[in-house]
Each structure stands twice: as structure tokens, then as C-alpha cells.
């Protein structure tokens, strides 16, 4: 197999779920968790991630139940951001305090696909505004490093005033997103894939793509192990336990990469 292309989630796949005890925040989280969000604003975020990230993560519940209330969410969640008037210019010194950690070995997985000049395209339901920063703080967004996410759209005084379609969820992570993009079009262009995730959402990102001939998916299993264990293993080729390291994908990178 010849590593044609990465394509990858973001939060807790390439950032870390968790350090020393303590859960790290998603792209989401980082906007809900800064000082820019009123307490009002807080609570109504908390709550919403406390009744329908249960639901999210449910190994029991099919993926068809879970698409309406997922699309609820993330617009309950944009709607109350959206009240905030968060600032463009807000987004550099939100992301520096946050807590957001990159996994380790984080650098060595984005510089050797750059080198090796292969796409790395990151798949998020996360903002992707958020993870574009924490990837520019980091130094490694290379040129062959694109996005699709959730964007903000900011009016012309850069204040917050809405999301840019298409809304990006846990569950519609697939071509139903993708069909009318250059990113799709890149795709398809491919043949081998490695497919990075954690969530089984993360499992239809490759979906649509024509002539695909291989393709290795590697998931993180980094909550609620013993009950969804089962499901991980079923559905993807290699599953990380509780592994906050870039160690299993940076070895298959080399191995890969070391005979093309």
C-alpha cells in the first residue's frame, strides 16, 4: 500500500482526549470554556453537551436515530455562540489559553507527510477556524494540509454573527458534505488511503470516493473503553487504547512511506 493520502478527524484524534487526569477541550470547548462566553452563555453549552454527548457516543443507538438529534445540537450550540459576539481578532488568545494539547509525535506525523508530499486532509465537526490556529501555533500547517469544518462567518466589524454552511456533524462526515467540493474532486484522484478517528462517525469519511484500493483505518478508543471496545474493533483495521501519542500512525507512516 502506497500512502496516497491521510485523511483524518481532529479533536481527540490529532489533539489529545486527555493529560494528567484532566479531559482536554475540543474546538468547541475552547470557544465554550474562554472568557469571552458569558456565564448565561456557559451554562446553556454545558447543558447541551451534558443531554446529547451521551446520545453522540451510544454504542447501542443506530447512527439513523442519532443524525436529527446531532443537527440539533451543533445548531442549539452555533445559535448560543452566535449571541456572544466573539471577535475574529479573539481567536489567537483564545486558542493560547486554552488547554488544547496536539497529540505527541504530532509534528513528527505532519512534517513527514509534507516531505513525502502527501495530502492531509482533516475531516472535522469540530470549528474549523479553531483547529486551523491551534495547527498554525503549532507550526506544522504545511501547504498540503487542508480543511473542512465548521467555519464561522464573521460581518464585516469581525464579529460573530453565524456558521457557514454545510453544518458538519458527528454522523454526516461523508461525500453527502463533500460531492461539490475541490476536496472531493482530490479524492477521488486517490487510490490508497490511511483514515485516522475516534468516533465511529469518523468511519464514513473515505465514503463515496471511486477507485479507492486500499484503505487502513486506524481508530482511537479513548472513552467509555470496555463498552465500546467491541463495536472499535469490528469496524476498524488498528484500535489505540487510552494512546494520547502519534506513535502506531507516525510507525505505519514510515513504514509505508519507506517503500514508495
Known amino acids: 500500500m502506497r500512502a496516497e493520502k491521510v485523511i483524518s478527524d481532529f479533536d481527540m484524534t490529532l489533539t489529545r482526549f486527555g493529560f494528567n487526569g484532566q479531559r482536554c477541550p475540543t474546538s468547541h470547548n475552547i470557544i465554550d470554556n474562554s472568557r469571552i462566553i458569558s456565564e448565561e452563555g456557559k451554562k446553556k453549552l454545558a447543558d447541551l453537551l451534558h ?32 449571541q456572544q459576539k466573539i471577535l475574529k481578532s479573539d481567536i489567537p488568545q483564545m486558542v493560547k489559553e486554552s488547554d488544547v494539547m496536539l497529540r505527541d509525535g504530532i509534528n513528527v506525523f505532519f512534517d513527514q507527510l509534507y516531505q513525502s508530499r502527501v495530502p492531509l486532509f482533516i475531516f472535522s465537526a469540530g470549528v474549523g477556524d479553531i483547529l486551523e490556529e491551534i495547527i498554525h501555533q503549532a507550526g506544522v500547517f504545511h501547504p498540503n494540509v487542508n480543511v473542512v469544518s465548521n467555519y464561522m462567518d464573521f460581518d ?52 463515496g470516493v471511486a477507485n479507492v484500493e486500499n484503505i487502513l483505518r486506524v481508530g482511537f478508543l479513548n472513552d467509555r473503553i470496555e463498552e465500546r471496545r467491541e463495536k472499535y474493533v469490528e469496524a476498524y483495521d488498528v484500535v489505540l487504547e487510552k494512546d494520547e501519542t502519534m506513535d502506531v500512525p507516525n510507525g505505519i507512516l514510515r513504514f509505508i512511506l519507506a517503500k514508495t
Not at 70 to 79: D, G, I, L
Not at 156 to 162: M, S
Open 156 to 207: 464585516d466589524c469581525g464579529v460573530l454573527r453565524g456558521f457557514k454552511e454545510p453544518l458538519i456533524h458527528t454522523y454526516n462526515k461523508n461525500n453527502t458534505v463533500l460531492e461539490n467540493t475541490d476536496y472531493f474532486q482530490q479524492l477521488c484522484t486517490r487510490t490508497n488511503i490511511l483514515l485516522l478517528g475516534d468516533s465511529m462517525g469518523d468511519l464514513s469519511m473515505a465514503d
Open 51 to 82: 443531554y446529547y454527548y451521551p446520545i453522540e457516543i451510544d454504542p447501542y443507538r443506530i447512527v439513523e436515530d442519532k443524525l436529527p438529534l446531532m443537527v440539533e445540537w451543533w445548531t442549539k450550540a452555533h445559535s448560543v455562540l452566535s
